[in-house]
């Protein structure tokens, strides 16, 4: 255990939400050996990389910081270097590190994070490299620490994996398939989590939509059963969730927008493509009417809801009329905010193996005609916004500006204002005094 005991840690994390929890447990993990966190790498004892391998870019930009940590280690001869996350989950990744990047001490992946700091000792005590990845397997290993980014606000996985398989997607493969934790499970660690000061709790899911957890009574839950239990605890504030697959989008979850309080009036419900021969090609279970159908349903129930996405241009096979059929559909439903992808080739994936590849310069002709209509959605959503009183969640000091906080609106809208440090961690009333594409402003009332 001493083995640890000082050591400075750097973590350095690529990719999603779901990456940066685990990278937040990892850090739980050191500092209950007594590590300290450093947030430079120059300045550390043991870096670790957390990869992302959703597009090729994030594979780019591991290997660039990956190159960077030779030469510490050419400084430090006792500095330990650490890779894990998705791409590890992958063999030809493993044996690119392993065969061009001697200088890395530990390899792990998704489904082991919990074994690090074993690792990690090993190292240090017998001075040997340590590759370790675990194949999928049904179980779940709960009760880990984690240092939270953030005080005010948490994620709370409650189901791991997906079973999806969107031919255009790597994560089935390096996340594994479903899994889903008991909801006693969750509903402990967010109590304990609102005694510790939180507000806001995300709930994480490759596809939170298919959760089945079961209870102690033998019971399975479904995600909107979980929510109603989630909104009756005392102390939290706000519940937010991501992702959700339209395809089992339910009736129930909807009602749950309406009965539970507590549950933010926003979703991010990625589309991918606005036409049927793309979504079909994708694998993903639903068309354009029905995706359609599912907007009007929950604008329906709920008036005020946010409504973000996901699309990926350029998706093989993809023609100018499919494209159109896209750009139809941002206009149609208006996002308040969306998320775009050039789609990116994944080896492994079905849709790396179609032929018909879509040339560069067209996906990004069409990705700025697609910016570009996203933002027109999002800048006319956001000027509706102009004299309203927004529950806004205080989240910090803003990154361009030290004498603004920024915080988010229940729909998940950055707002800037001016106002007292002290106000951080607090739910506050801010009037909107202006509608910007990317966020809005504000004052304190
Ligand atoms: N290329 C481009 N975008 C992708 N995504 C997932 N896989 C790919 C890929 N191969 C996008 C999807 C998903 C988001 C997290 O990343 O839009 O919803
Ligand atoms: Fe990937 Fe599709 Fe699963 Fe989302 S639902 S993680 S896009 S396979």
């Keep these: 255990m001493d083995l640890l005991k000082g050591k400075k840690y750097n973590i350095i994390t690529f990719g999603c939400q779901m990456n940066e929890h685990d990278s937040e447990t990892i850090s739980g993990m050191l500092q209950e050996r007594g590590c300290q966190e450093t947030f430079s790498k120059d300045d550390s004892d043991i870096t670790i990389i957390n990869t992302c391998s959703i597009r090729e870019n994030a594979d780019k930009r591991f290997f660039g910081t990956l190159g960077q940590l030779k030469k510490l280690k050419e400084k430090n001869p006792e500095y330990v270097a650490c890779v894990c996350g998705c791409m590890m989950q992958q063999q030809h990744i493993i044996d690119t590190v392993k065969s061009k990047y001697p200088w890395v001490d530990i390899i792990f992946g998704t489904h082991n994070i919990h074994r690090f700091p074993q690792l990690l000792e090993k190292v240090y005590g017998e001075k040997k490299k340590m590759a370790e990845i675990f194949e999928d397997s049904p179980e779940i290993v709960e009760g880990l620490p984690s240092k939270r980014l953030y005080k005010h606000k948490a994620f709370v996985n409650v189901m791991y994996g997906c079973n999806n398989f969107c031919t255009y997607c790597i994560v089935p493969y390096t996340r594994g398939r479903e899994k889903s934790r008991s909801p006693e499970d969750i509903v402990k660690e967010i109590r304990t989590l609102t005694g510790d000061g939180v507000k806001e709790v995300t709930l994480l899911g490759q596809n939170v939509n298919s959760?089945?957890?079961?209870?102690?009574?033998?019971?399975?839950?479904?995600?909107?059963?979980?929510?109603?239990?989630?909104?009756?605890?005392?102390?939290?504030?706000?519940?937010?969730?991501?992702?959700?697959?339209?395809?089992?989008?339910?009736?129930?979850?909807?009602?749950?927008?309406?009965?539970?309080?507590?549950?933010?009036?926003?979703?991010?419900?990625?589309?991918q493509a606005g036409s049927n021969t793309v979504l079909s090609r994708m694998n993903r279970h639903y068309t354009?009417?029905?995706?359609?159908?599912?907007?009007?349903?929950?604008?329906?129930?709920?008036?005020?809801?946010?409504?973000?996405?996901?699309?990926?241009?350029?998706?093989?096979?993809?023609?100018?009329?499919?494209?159109?059929?896209?750009?139809?559909?941002?206009?149609?439903?208006?996002?308040?905010?969306?998320?775009?992808?050039?789609?990116?080739?994944?080896?492994?994936?079905?849709?790396?193996?179609?032929?018909?590849?879509?040339?560069?310069?067209?996906?990004?002709?069409?990705?700025?005609?697609?910016?570009?209509?996203?933002?027109?959605?999002?800048?006319?959503?956001?000027?509706?916004?102009?004299?309203?009183?927004?529950?806004?969640?205080?989240?910090?000091?803003?990154?361009?500006?030290?004498?603004?906080?920024?915080?988010?609106?229940?729909?998940?809208?950055?707002?800037?204002?001016?106002?007292?440090?002290?106000?951080?961690?607090?739910?506050?009333?801010?009037?909107?005094?202006?509608?910007?594409?990317f966020s809005l402003a504000g004052k304190v009332l």
Aim: with cysteine; charged share 35%.
């Design 211 to 271: 959760y089945r957890g079961a209870g102690g009574n033998g019971k399975f839950y479904d995600f909107a059963d979980l929510i109603y239990m989630i909104n009756d605890i005392e102390g939290l504030e706000r519940i937010r969730f991501m992702t959700s697959h339209p395809k089992d989008l339910s009736d129930k979850l909807i009602q749950a927008y309406v009965d539970c309080e507590k549950l933010c009036n926003y979703i991010h419900l990625p589309v």
């Design 288 to 437: 354009r009417e029905k995706y359609l159908e599912l907007v009007h349903k929950l604008r329906k129930a709920v008036p005020d809801i946010t409504i973000s996405t996901d699309i990926i241009v350029g998706f093989p096979g993809e023609t100018d009329e499919d494209f159109r059929e896209t750009l139809s559909l941002v206009r149609e439903v208006e996002y308040d905010s969306a998320f775009t992808f050039l789609y990116s080739v994944r080896k492994g994936t079905p849709a790396a193996e179609y032929e018909d590849q879509i040339p560069e310069e067209i996906k990004h002709r069409r990705f700025d005609s697609l910016v570009d209509a996203v933002n027109e959605g999002s800048a006319r959503r956001n000027a509706l916004y102009k004299g309203r009183v927004e529950k806004v969640l205080v989240e910090g000091v803003s990154k361009k500006n030290e004498h603004t906080l920024t915080g988010r609106t229940e729909g998940f809208k950055l707002v800037d204002f001016k106002g007292d440090r002290d106000l951080i961690g607090q739910i506050i009333d801010v009037e909107i005094t202006e509608g910007k594409t």
